[in-house]
């Protein structure tokens, strides 16, 4: 059995976080993404927290797992020639470079498409192309200040913040992946390639916006935007007698048996609460409700009461309570690998499957530039010719 893009040849020319998202995303189900790297390496293999050796940070190594890392310095005529190669072969190009430098190094859509017309060129941008933000350098702080997700932060809190993790690059690296299963899906039924740019600020503010337009989803607006539920201050963990607990009773089931187990009966009855429409437009209500009911049990006691009633519950995991959560134990979500340099690795687990199977030569993240000879020979380079890239350092 092997994963559902076997068969597929990425070239991977993208760094730090949402371009690896997204080749991790394809190499995981299956496809062999060639990572190619500056000489130095992903930036990431440095600038993260976290590491044995230089080079091989555990960010990086969690972003980077099942690829094969080549080293070529682009600037040299011969090593760009060899990238050209690579790319002749592949059925994938996935580049988060700023769109005028790539078009610069001959490596934009148009150019390649001479090359190989049967390629899928993706670019991962920070903007789209026509505004004026377009090929303007940015990291996931930028995309989320501008698209609106630290300002929901600053409705709910009084103060805008960053979501602590990179966010804007997790969800448009993943949005780049699906667009890239799309096109190839296209390309079995025409034979044709086709560009394709996933721009990180609209791709975030759709999301925010999807979420939060609401009520000036109208012409002229009904009501002001944001979702109160999501906005409230208790849409949050709320402190039980020892620690938190999250619940979130939303049908008029999972309400009355919440309000019976807090001892609130009276309040099935209210107006406020008596359907899921009231609940909704007196949110801020209905959370004090739960955030005053849920203090007289531990929380272990309330998960287990609400299991019974199936109400939605669950206990609060801290990112340390992640590595020993049972459901994740049960699933077996964390496993352990034994790296040639770094040793004993916690990784996780793909967390979708496929009856059809998935790929099962999991590989480790690579060395810096661990497979440029084995890369270069299956490109057709004799192993001379490798040699001589190797020595003038077009390629390492």
Request: charged content about 25%; hydrophobic content about 35%; overall charge neutral.
């Amino acid at each position: 059995m092997s994963g559902p893009l076997d068969g597929v040849r990425v070239v991977d020319l993208t760094t730090v976080v949402v371009g690896p998202i997204c080749t991790r995303t394809l190499a995981d189900y299956g496809a062999d993404v060639i990572k190619v790297e500056a000489p130095g390496g992903d930036l990431l293999r440095t600038m993260a927290e976290g590491s044995r050796n230089p080079g091989m940070s555990g960010k990086f190594i969690n972003f980077n797992r099942n690829k094969r890392s080549i080293v070529l310095d682009l600037k040299k005529s011969d090593g760009h020639a060899a990238l050209l190669r690579l790319i002749a072969r592949a059925d994938v190009f996935v580049s988060n470079v700023r769109p005028e430098a790539l078009a610069r190094a001959g490596l934009d859509h148009a150019s390649l498409a001479k090359l190989n017309p049967r390629l899928i060129h993706c670019s991962i941008l920070a903007f789209g192309r026509g505004g004026r933000y377009y090929n303007r350098p940015a990291y996931d702080p930028i995309v989320q200040s501008l698209s609106g997700v630290a300002g929901t932060i600053a409705r709910a809190t009084g103060e805008p913040r960053f979501v602590p993790m990179v966010m804007s690059d997790h969800t448009s690296g993943l949005i780049a992946a699906q667009c890239i299963g799309f096109a190839l899906y296209r390309r079995e039924k025409t034979g044709k390639g086709e560009a394709i740019d996933v721009p990180m600020l609209e791709n975030m503010a759709s999301f925010v916006s999807s979420e939060h337009l609401g009520a000036a989803t109208f012409d002229p607006p009904v009501g002001p935007t944001g979702d109160g539920r999501l906005l409230s201050p208790n849409y949050r963990p709320l402190p039980t007698k020892d620690g938190y607990v999250t619940v979130r009773p939303n049908t008029n089931a999972q309400t009355h048996a919440f309000l019976d187990a807090i001892g609130r009966p009276e309040l099935k009855t209210d107006p406020r609460f008596d359907s899921a429409a009231a609940r909704t437009k007196n949110a801020a209500a209905y959370f004090e409700v739960q955030r005053e009911g849920l203090t007289s049990k531990t929380t272990d006691e309330w998960v287990e009461l609400f299991d019974r009633l199936d109400v939605p519950a669950a206990r609060y995991n801290s990112i340390d309570d992640l590595l020993t959560d049972p459901h994740l134990e049960d699933v077996g979500f964390f496993k352990t690998e034994e790296h040639p340099s770094e040793g004993r690795l916690r990784r996780t687990k793909l967390a979708n499957s496929f009856s059809g199977g998935a790929r099962e030569d999991e590989t480790h993240a690579p060395r810096t530039g661990e497979h440029t000879r084995e890369v270069l020979a299956e490109a057709g380079y004799s192993a001379p010719e490798i040699d001589a890239l190797l020595a003038a350092r077009a390629a390492q």
